[in-house]
């Protein structure tokens, strides 16, 4: 059955509901613009739309346009299209964000999101206050507790913290380029090019120093005090390691846990299912002194070789304190270009370092912060883009 045999009513409903489906495609994140819901309306009048599958394929088509989107598609169009084991109800079919009676994969809760948005009906006036009030809510946002936040706000401050992004701080190495500017005579390049004219006319070429990214590696704590915390930092190591593929991240509970190839996965819901999936002592205990032994042990000759930037996140309550903690954030500190400690109790206005734990680790860093709501990964991004001082500005050797 084609769409030209159908009556004009079941016509535009067949059209309404296509542009209602790219509307839910595009409050997802997937790019879909309207010449893709007119080239998908021309393609379904040539194939038979009664067959649920030739139509999935030809929508798929036309609105996926990289890869990590074809499980979102497939995701919404199970759940604004009705199951029927008679394709002919989907002239009828309206959206049903309560319809999933199973609960849904990691990436396919922002797809319902999506669908449980109020069509946009109201008049220009209540969209004008309710804009008002969303500016007010954000401002709100960024100064609030995650801890404190319900689900709808930290939906909310999850698509602020994929927003954000991190410059590319640039470092030094000993390597060199072709640079017109650079200091060193690049020997080579200058004579081969004066043999095109015999040596009558040399043309100096130059050589400048290669900068590159500085390489972040993060140590999170994920006991049951910093759950939160670790989970909204995750999708900004999340963001940040899109456009910046030096990054690092370890979770530390009662154990150390690698975790920087599941947070690569390009979904970032995905990307965190698979990092929970990946550790075993989730929202446990903590042993912060032996997860540092591991680390420097195991890892720190692999990532900090090349002058990376150390981010530890924990609150720094140690089961076991003792001189043990003491030595091991000294080793990491003295591995690293730079040491920043981010500690959710600096929330509390009086706060003072009097459990153990921290006072053995806070001589150690070089930047003792707080991260507990937006406002503090905004001012981390801030201190982050700035220079490094003069004695961390030392030359790095290539890697291997």
Not at 153 to 163: C, K, P, S, Y
Not at 304 to 329: H, T
Request: net charge positive; proline share 6%; aromatic share 6%.
């Amino acid at each position: 059955m084609a769409i030209n045999h159908l009556a004009p009513e079941q016509t535009e409903q067949f059209a309404d509901n296509i542009v209602g489906f790219a509307r839910a495609l595009r409050a997802t994140g997937m790019p879909v613009g309207p010449g893709a819901v007119i080239d998908a309306m021309n393609a379904l009048q040539v194939i038979d739309i009664g067959s649920r599958a030739d139509v999935f394929t030809t929508l798929e088509a036309i609105f996926v346009m990289r890869h990590e989107h074809a499980l979102i598609f497939k995701q919404a169009f199970n759940l604004f299209f009705r199951a029927s084991e008679e394709w002919k109800h989907l002239l009828d079919s309206v959206p049903l964000p309560d319809g999933a009676k199973k609960k849904p994969p990691a990436a396919s809760r922002r797809v319902q999101e999506a669908m449980s948005q109020p069509r946009m009906t109201e008049t220009p006036q209540h969209q004008e206050q309710d804009l008002r009030l969303s500016v007010s809510d954000k401002e709100i946002l960024q100064k609030k507790d995650f801890a404190q936040m319900s689900a709808a706000e930290i939906a909310e401050a999850l698509r602020a913290v994929d927003m954000m992004r991190l410059p590319q701080a640039e470092l030094l190495t000993r390597r060199h380029q072709p640079d017109p500017r650079g200091l060193r005579l690049d020997m080579r390049r200058t004579l081969r090019a004066s043999l095109r004219t015999g040596g009558d006319i040399i043309d100096i070429h130059r050589l400048g120093r290669i900068e590159k990214p500085a390489p972040i590696v993060a140590l999170l704590d994920i006991s049951g005090s910093m759950s939160e915390y670790t989970r909204l930092f995750l999708h900004f190591l999340h963001a940040v390691g899109d456009a910046r593929k030096r990054v690092s991240v370890f979770l530390f509970g009662t154990r150390l846990t690698n975790v920087t190839r599941a947070l690569r996965q390009r979904d970032p819901d995905e990307a965190l299912a698979s990092c929970s999936a990946a550790v075993e002592d989730w929202a446990g205990g903590t042993r912060i002194a032996t997860s540092l032994h591991n680390f420097n042990k195991l890892w720190a000759r692999r990532v900090l070789s090349q002058g990376a930037i150390v981010l530890l996140i924990s609150d720094g309550l140690e089961r076991e304190a003792d001189s043990k903690l003491a030595f091991e954030m000294d080793r990491l500190h003295r591995s690293c270009r730079r040491l920043i400690w981010l500690n959710p109790l600096l929330r509390f206005g009086g706060f003072e370092a009097k459990a153990q734990g921290i006072k053995m680790m806070l001589p150690h860093v070089d930047e003792f912060r707080p991260v507990h709501n937006l406002s503090s990964i905004q001012e981390l991004i801030t201190t982050l883009s700035r220079p490094l001082p003069p004695h961390h500005r030392s030359l790095i050797r290539p890697a291997a």
